[in-house]
Every structure is written in structure tokens, then in C-alpha cells.
């Protein structure tokens, strides 16, 4: 082996993923059983000085990789300031190699952005950003336990526009309590007029822990306006969704997630094909080949 070939090899950089978890939210959905919670200000603060230090603390393992993805998950990402924000990148930019090209993802949910925090988000490199609507029902929002209304969204979404966001997703549920098959169909139809490059569709599952399992458990959703669709109304959903999401040029590469062409989640693909990723924050986990973090 030439002294050039050796030394290429010497200096290749290993690919990374970079998944920051923010717990934060403004209060916790009836669905929702991920590590999230409210918090205070300073509890918001103390916990992005923690995150700081920890990015920091991989000063010695970043110089084995070059980061290809950094996604920010939640809890709301979005509930950050813009100075909370700029601090964790220019922290992230300073440890670790960041491709050129990397795709940066911020989840967010409506209301809890404006055009200042939207554009401090694109000034730190974030170019895809992944929106929680749910529906477009506000009933079905409400009974979600959701912050919003589905005018509140299409605000957030024309800002999104406006600060020049150009790789969105949107998250849609189905086989909600007192859901139609043609209340999910209109929710659809709605969102696929705004053209997203990207869509999350899962369908519900009862977690222990949540509101809803408890009401489930109690029978609530056995009856009334909160009554679960039948497996037959849930599955017609699944169906609905891949045809209307086929028909308007979106193919589906994971069970819940479609793509325009070129417009997948390369984070979500690095994870099955076992990419090696770093984990930051209280609810985060790391695969980090033939070493420890």
C-alpha cells in the first residue's frame, strides 16, 4: 500500500448522526407516552446548559466522524428561543464535522413558532423542518389534546414559506377516537393542496400511561363521539392513505413515512442501515460501533 493510500485511510472520516432530544412541551397529549414534559424557563435553560456540556464532552470521539444528519426531536423542539438554538449549534459546529450537505431536522409543532424563531432556525443550518398537525379537524385536535387548531397550522405553515423552508414534513394520525373514514379523507385532501415534500401517517396505539389508554380502560372509547373506528374502518384508512399519497407522487419507504423523489428522511434511513448514531439529551440512545459514549 502507497504512503498516499495509507494516509487517505488514515484521515477517512467515519459517517455520524447527530439525535438532540428536547423534552419540553407546552402540556402532554392524550396520545403521547415519549419522555416529554412541561417545564419552566429555567428548567428549559438549565437543561440546554447540560446539553452543552455534553455535546462538548465528545470533543475526543467527534474527531473520528463527520456528522451527515442532526435531527432535533421532542418533546417541542420548537419551545427553544432563538438564542437557545444558536447556542447548541454553534456548539455542535465548534466539536463536530458537519457536512456541507448534512440534512438538519427540527420537529415543531404550530404556535410555538414566529418568523424570528423560524429564521434562527435557518441561520444554524436547519433545512427540514418536521410540523405536528395530526388532522385537520378541529374537533378530532382538541380531543388529541393538541395546542392548536387547524387555522393556527396554516399559519405556521405560510411562515415556514416565508422563512424559506423548502423540505417539510407533516405528521397526520389516523383511527382516532370519533374519527370517519371521510374526516381522515378531508384532512388529506387539505394537506396534500399545500404540497409537502414529506408525510408522517401513523395510526393510533393505545399506550399504557396515556389519557387515552386510561379512558380506554374505563370504556369511553367503546361508545359515543370518542368511539374507536372499527379494524375495518382502520384498516380502509391505511389504504386511503397510500393510494391519495401515491396518486400525488409520494412513495412510501418506511411503514409511516412518505417522499417525493429525493425528499426522504436520510436521518430515519441512517438508523436501518445501522448508520452510527450519537445520542444527546435525557431521552436519547447512541450506537456507536467497537467503542462506548
Not at 133 to 139: D, G, I, K, T, Y
Request: hydrophobic share 35%.
Amino acid at each position: 500500500m502507497s504512503d498516499s493510500i495509507f494516509l487517505y485511510l488514515k484521515m477517512k472520516k467515519r459517517n455520524l448522526e447527530l439525535y438532540l432530544h428536547i423534552p419540553f412541551c407546552v402540556r402532554k397529549c392524550n396520545y403521547c407516552d415519549f419522555f416529554s414534559a412541561s417545564g419552566t424557563p429555567k428548567e428549559q435553560a438549565d437543561y440546554v446548559s447540560a446539553m452543552i456540556q455534553e455535546i462538548q464532552s465528545y470533543q475526543e470521539l467527534s474527531g473520528e466522524y463527520e456528522v451527515q444528519t442532526i435531527f432535533l426531536g421532542g418533546g417541542t423542539p420548537s419551545l427553544l428561543t432563538p438564542e437557545q438554538i444558536e447556542k447548541i449549534f454553534t456548539t455542535i459546529y465548534h466539536i463536530f464535522s458537519v457536512n456541507e450537505n448534512a440534512e438538519i431536522t427540527m420537529e415543531m409543532n404550530p404556535g410555538t413558532v414566529d418568523i424570528e424563531k423560524l429564521r434562527a432556525m435557518k441561520a444554524a443550518g436547519v433545512n427540514r423542518l418536521s410540523i405536528g398537525l395530526q388532522s385537520a379537524q378541529n374537533e378530532e385536535l382538541k380531543m388529541l389534546g393538541r395546542i392548536h387548531t387547524y387555522e393556527e397550522f396554516l399559519e405556521t405553515w405560510k411562515l415556514t414559506e416565508q422563512a424559506g423552508f423548502k423540505n417539510r414534513n407533516i405528521d397526520l394520525m389516523s383511527a382516532l377516537p370519533g374519527q370517519t373514514i371521510e374526516s381522515y379523507e378531508d384532512t388529506l385532501s387539505k394537506v396534500l393542496a399545500l404540497e409537502p415534500e414529506h408525510i408522517s401517517a401513523y395510526s393510533l396505539i393505545l399506550e399504557e400511561g396515556t389519557v387515552f389508554y386510561d379512558w380506554y380502560e374505563k370504556g369511553k372509547l367503546d361508545r359515543g363521539a370518542w368511539k374507536l373506528p372499527s379494524e375495518e374502518e382502520e384498516y380502509a384508512m391505511g389504504e386511503l392513505t397510500i393510494q391519495r399519497l401515491a396518486e400525488a407522487g409520494m412513495h412510501r419507504y418506511e411503514i409511516s413515512n412518505y417522499a417525493k423523489p429525493g425528499k426522504e428522511c436520510r436521518h430515519n434511513l441512517g438508523y436501518w442501515d445501522r448508520v452510527e448514531y450519537l445520542g444527546i439529551g435525557a431521552g436519547s440512545s447512541s450506537l456507536i460501533k467497537g467503542g462506548t459514549v
